[in-house]
Each structure stands twice: as structure tokens, then as C-alpha cells.
């Protein structure tokens, strides 16, 4: 079992900047990937960002390219997900996730990820 425990969700205004992280617990040793996903109301949820924990290989959705930076903290076994320029349209409910174990294929499918966080809410106002 894996516990994953999003926070720094918040309401800013359009331009700032927020950083959420993900505090990963239980059997994560198999698991070589964890993502970033959010699901806007009424919408499907939807891949954000992604990184192996070994080498640090990040991998993102065009929508967020050069506005979010995923990293992590393998000491804290913590992934961090810093969101820069914020547009109205990132809000949403962001949450985090570990992909299928010994899965080292990086990825945004929804799918192939099977623990998830409970989710932390980000609304930006325009």
C-alpha cells in the first residue's frame, strides 16, 4: 500500500504562483514514477507533469511548459509540483499519484497510475 498526501492548494490571482507538494508513505520503493493530474469541474482528469524519483527525468503537459516544475526530495520522499504565471484555467483539483510498480516508462496516462492522493484544490481568480 501506498499513502500520498497532497497540500499547498490555495486561491491566488491569475499571474502567481503556488507550490504544491506530495508526501509519499508505504510501499514506494517499486514504484520508479510519480505524477501530477487535475481535474477541472466537469472535465476528465488530466495528466500535468511527471518524474522519475532514480534520475530526476521530468515530463510535462504542453498546457503547463515552462510555467510548472515538477521536482522531488528523495530524502523526504516528497514530490513537488511549483506553478508559475497560474492561469485561470489551471484551476482545478491537483492530485498526485504513483504510477504501476516497476513501471519506468514515464508517462501521462491515467491509467497506468494506481495509488492517488486526496487531492488539494488550486483556484485562480482572473
Known amino acids: 500500500q501506498v499513502q500520498l498526501v497532497e497540500s499547498g492548494g490555495g486561491l491566488v490571482q491569475a499571474g502567481g504562483s503556488l507550490r504544491l507538494s506530495c508526501a509519499a508513505s508505504?510501499?514506494?520503493?517499486?514504484?520508479?514514477?510519480m505524477g501530477w493530474f487535475r481535474q477541472a469541474p466537469g472535465k476528465e482528469r488530466e495528466f500535468v507533469a511527471a518524474?522519475?524519483?532514480?534520475?530526476?527525468?521530468?515530463y510535462y503537459a504542453d498546457s503547463v511548459k515552462g510555467r510548472f516544475t515538477i521536482s522531488r526530495d528523495n530524502a523526504k520522499n516528497t514530490v513537488y509540483l511549483q506553478m508559475n504565471s497560474l492561469k485561470p484555467e489551471d484551476t482545478a483539483v491537483y492530485y498526485c499519484?504513483?504510477?504501476?510498480?516497476?513501471?519506468?516508462?514515464?508517462?501521462?496516462?491515467?491509467?497506468?497510475?494506481?495509488?492517488w492522493g486526496q487531492g488539494t484544490q488550486v483556484t485562480v481568480s482572473s
Open positions: 518524474i522519475k524519483w532514480s534520475a530526476g527525468t521530468t
Open positions: 499519484a504513483t504510477k504501476r510498480v516497476l513501471d519506468w516508462v514515464i508517462s501521462g496516462i491515467v491509467d497506468e497510475y494506481d495509488f
Open positions: 508505504g510501499r514506494t520503493f517499486s514504484r520508479p514514477i
